[in-house]
């Protein structure tokens, strides 16, 4: 079993930055991916960003530009740095990780952290 504990998130202006971090334990080997998803009210859970441990990047195409994704393998843990934020960046993101090279790839979900970007 995997556990990922989030932090920071919370509520910033239109235009200003903040920082997620993730912190992954358990059963964590070969490669693997981790990232956030978002969800706003009414709609769908969105890809927000992720990175392999091989170091490869995907982001959403709402946050291509303003977010970066990074982490640190040694710790198991993912960093994401939110700028030029929006008001429609505001929901509950959740982090994740996905040992791809498991048997049927499982994932795994952080309790999810909210952002409001509201003035």
């Known amino acids: 079993q995997v556990q990922l504990v989030e932090s920071g998130g919370g509520l910033v202006q239109p235009g200003g930055s903040l920082r997620l971090s993730c912190a992954a334990s358990?059963?964590?080997?070969?490669?693997?991916?981790m990232g956030w998803h978002r969800q706003a009210p009414g709609k769908h859970r969105e890809l927000v960003a992720r990175?392999?441990?091989?170091?490869?990047?995907d982001y959403g195409d709402a946050v291509k530009g303003r977010f970066t994704v990074s982490r640190d393998n040694a710790k198991n843990t993912a960093i994401l740095q939110m700028s030029s934020l929006k008001p429609e960046d505001t929901g509950v993101y959740y982090c994740?990780?996905?040992?791809?090279?498991?048997?049927?790839?499982?994932?795994?979900w952080g309790q999810g952290t909210q952002v409001t970007v509201s003035s």
């Open positions: 994740h990780l996905q040992l791809v090279g498991a048997a049927g790839a499982p994932t795994f």
């Open positions: 358990g059963s964590i080997a070969g490669v693997n991916v």
């Open positions: 990175i392999s441990n091989r170091g490869g990047t």
